[in-house]
């Protein structure tokens, strides 16, 4: 596929190897490409969406991969770490440029008490929270927490599965029936036998989240604060930049910043942030939990930042200076869920941008997003609704 004459001789990097071919490996893709990089992907659907950019290559197949690639990087979070390990052994001992970000923070993302444990070890706030392994000390947690409280599985969980949220001591039989088989091994969502983690249930205001690049010189740059609404955890929509939010972007920036300092990281990292009032009707962030990668709270920046997120991820990996992360114009993303649209109908709006992931069409399925970026930021509302009405699949989008 790719002439060996194609690239300048100067170039050492020439194809990067992505861990995960979904919609965010194929969005690093179409960043990768004319910045004068292909990428390769390690994954297990032959005809994932990033199938469209390069040549994926099955976990049977990793060593192929590792010679294929000349640096790393990823797109799923929940890929073994015992396979991230192997790969920057295997990388460190040829002639590869590492793995980015690095699997130290991998290893934290993928466990929920980890997470939290750092995040309150570098004096990052989150709701109060504890161990749990066994029914009674989930009794223990209520009692401590008090509630109502969010029982989660510390491992494998993503988009809102793996939760249990109980409202009253009567809950904790089924809370236990539901979840207690990750503590034992006998649940199909955890990989590894683990803990589940008791949190102490916030009433909060809105849901914000901060993405920010990490260069290889430590250089770090950060997008603007969003909003997030979601529909029983998945994302539906995100508000670029969260408005009215400016007085909590300093904490925001300075806790991403001391993370990925702590971490050594290199990349594009999210944080998921719950906005708390005290008693004093004063507003504060409270971290949730990261995702060492592009995330889709970020997908705004493709058009709506000067640099996208996928752009800054591969510049951050390949070695290059990151680009600037300054909003051009306030936007508004929109995942499709489910059901696609009619694609006439929704560019007839002004300022849409539409983003199939060409994927089949399936329940509250990630398929696809579009951004609303009117011309005149004033009609972003009645874009929106005009946008709505052309969703077959409206959920999440009432607020
Ligand atoms: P998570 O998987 O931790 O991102 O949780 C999914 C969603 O559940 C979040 O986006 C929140 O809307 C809600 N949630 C998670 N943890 C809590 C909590 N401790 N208190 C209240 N709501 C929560």
Redesign the pocket.
């Known amino acids: 596929m790719t002439n060996a004459n194609a690239y300048p001789a100067s170039q050492s990097i020439r194809t990067i190897g992505i861990l995960g071919g979904g919609q965010l490996g194929m969005m690093l893709a179409e960043a990768a490409l004319p910045l004068g990089y292909r990428c390769i992907f390690l994954e297990d659907t032959p005809d994932c969406p990033a199938s469209l950019y390069g040549k994926v290559y099955s976990t049977q197949q990793l060593d192929d991969f590792i010679s294929a690639a000349d640096v790393f990087t990823l797109e799923f979070e929940n890929t073994p770490v015992e396979t991230v390990e192997h790969l920057t052994k295997l990388s460190n001992e040829g002639n590869k440029q590492g793995m980015f970000p690095p699997v130290q923070a991998l290893a934290v993302a993928q466990d ?1 008490l980890k997470e939290k444990a750092l995040f309150n070890e570098l004096d990052i706030a989150t ?1 109060p ?1 504890l161990a749990v392994s066994s029914k009674d000390e989930l009794k223990d947690a209520c009692a401590q927490l008090g509630l ?3 029982l ?1 599985t510390s491992r494998g ?7 249990f ?1 109980l409202k009253s001591t009567s809950d904790i039989d089924a809370a236990w029936a539901d979840l207690g088989g990750a503590v034992t091994g006998d649940n199909d969502l955890v990989p590894h036998p683990a803990p589940l983690i008791a ?6 205001s809105r ?1 914000v989240s901060i993405i920010a690049g990490r260069a290889q010189d430590g250089t770090v740059r950060c997008y603007d604060l969003v909003e ?1 609404h ?1 529909h029983h ?1 998945i ?1 539906a929509k995100t508000q670029a930049p969260a408005v009215g939010a400016s007085h909590l972007l300093a904490t925001a920036k300075d806790a991403i910043s001391t993370l990925m300092a702590h971490l050594d990281y290199v990349g594009i990292m999210a944080l ?1 942030l ?1 906005v708390s009032k005290d008693d004093d009707g004063k507003e504060t962030i409270l971290a ?2 990261i995702a060492p990668r592009v995330h889709n709270s970020g997908h705004w920046s493709i058009e709506g930042a000067v640099t996208s997120q996928f752009e800054n991820h591969i510049r951050a990996v390949v070695g290059l200076p990151l680009g600037d992360t300054d909003n051009v114009h306030p936007s508004v993303m929109i995942n499709i869920l489910g059901q696609y649209p009619n694609v006439a109908d929704t560019l007839a709006i002004d300022g849409t941008h539409y983003h199939s992931y060409h994927k089949e069409e399936r329940a509250d399925r990630k398929i696809g997003h579009i951004t609303l970026m009117p011309p005149d930021v004033a009609d972003l509302d009645k874009a929106l609704s005009a946008l709505v009405k052309v969703l077959p699949n409206k959920v999440g989008l009432d607020k």
């Open positions: 929920r709701v929270f109502p409280l969010v989660k969980g993503y988009d809102g599965k793996g939760q949220v949190e102490g249930f916030i009433h909060f849901e997030n979601h955890g994302l998921e719950f949730n939990e």
